[in-house]
């Protein structure tokens, strides 16, 4: 078993993505996640920091750093089957350690440092040495709330959890490196990297895979697919959309993926029956439409495209659209509402 700690601000839909690249992930409390098993995927996570080898958990109304030492000196500690997280070439020395506490997005109230003292000094009686700077192994200490969660457990609703776990792997984060801003073509209101790369791999980009966005603008969804091992293809309206997205995409991909844009019409797509695993895409808002009748128009319209070409479609728009994806003939797996701001409710749709 695994513990996930989970980043952003609805767990659900961190969760979803996490599922993409973990079996049987549930939640364990407010930013907490469990998974039975973790694959190297997780590295590519936007809203998954870490995964962690699950030693033990204990909740309580208020857990505490003595629950924490009670897990601790309960478990078995094998040198050689615990995760690696040394960046150091060459055998390991003595299987140093550090341990790190969290207080899950600060709700518990539990004194952090503390618990990094008293499990560090377990870890020291049982024959560890402590390396705070490169440790070849770290023990995360996460104590968090349960309340708030409707997927948690209800007999331990308003309780606190405390999770101990080897780290196992971290997810690379990188997205503050490839703001739009900063590409090639930039175009205002483009999807910043860290969801884009969330709705891909709820879609299951992947090596191997091949994901469409039939409306790709300046191809921020298509260059986060590409990053995790995805062929990509897109297609746009506008030829300035199509030239500008193709420049992004070199830059970002180079000759690592293979990647191709057209100009068409989302609702008249050049490729073939099933020729794609996933369509990902950020449909026109409200705003931008003069004629809301025109755009539910479009939207089915290309939602029926999408499932023509590809067995799943993750839909990203400023209104749910269940009517237009069941009449395009998906079912909604999931639905996600993300607060934008005080105007702007963006909605995620999971289609099958």
Not at 91 to 115: C, F, I, K, S, Y
Not at 219 to 239: P, T
Request: aromatic residues 6%; charged residues 30%; glycine residues 10%.
């Amino acid at each position: 078993m695994y513990v996930l700690e989970l980043g952003g601000e609805d767990d659900a839909f961190a969760r979803r993505e996490a599922a993409s690249a973990c079996d049987d992930v549930r939640a364990l409390g407010t930013g907490l996640a469990t998974a039975r098993g973790v694959t190297g995927r997780v590295r590519t996570l936007a809203f998954t920091h870490r995964a962690s080898r699950l030693v033990g958990t204990t909740s309580a109304p208020e857990a505490s750093v003595a629950d924490a030492r009670t897990l601790l000196d309960a478990a078995t500690v094998d040198r050689a089957s615990l995760p690696v997280v040394s960046h150091r070439d060459g055998p390991l020395d003595d299987g140093t350690v550090a341990v790190r506490a969290n207080d899950v997005r600060g709700l518990t109230g539990v004194d952090t440092q503390r618990a990094e003292r008293e499990l560090g000094s377990v870890l020291v009686a049982r024959g560890f040495e402590v390396d705070l700077d490169d440790p070849d192994h770290e023990l995360r200490a996460l104590f968090a709330r349960v309340d708030g969660d409707p997927d948690a457990p209800d007999d331990d609703d308003g309780e606190t959890v405390c999770a101990l776990g080897w780290l196992a792997a971290e997810s690379r984060r990188d997205f503050g490196e490839r703001l739009p801003s900063d590409r090639p073509f930039f175009q205002p209101g483009s999807m910043g990297p860290l969801f884009a790369r969330a709705l891909v791999n709820v879609a299951g980009a992947r090596d191997g895979a091949r994901v469409l966005d039939p409306m790709c603008g300046t191809g921020g969804v298509l260059i986060e697919a590409g990053l995790v091992g995805a062929d990509v293809v897109g297609s746009d309206a506008q030829w300035k959309m199509v030239r500008g997205a193709h420049e992004n995409l070199a830059d970002a991909l180079g000759s690592t993926r293979a990647f191709g844009v057209a100009r068409a019409n989302a609702t008249r797509l050049p490729f073939a029956d099933d020729s794609c695993d996933a369509v990902v895409f950020d449909a026109p808002y409200g705003r931008q439409s003069k004629v809301v009748g025109d755009l539910r128009e479009l939207v089915t319209d290309a939602l029926s495209e999408a499932r023509r070409v590809a067995p799943r479609c993750v839909l990203v728009a400023d209104r749910e659209w269940d009517d237009a994806a069941t009449a395009a003939g998906w079912t909604v797996e999931h639905r996600f509402c993300h607060r934008v701001h005080r105007s702007l409710d963006r909605y995620t749709l999971v289609l099958e």
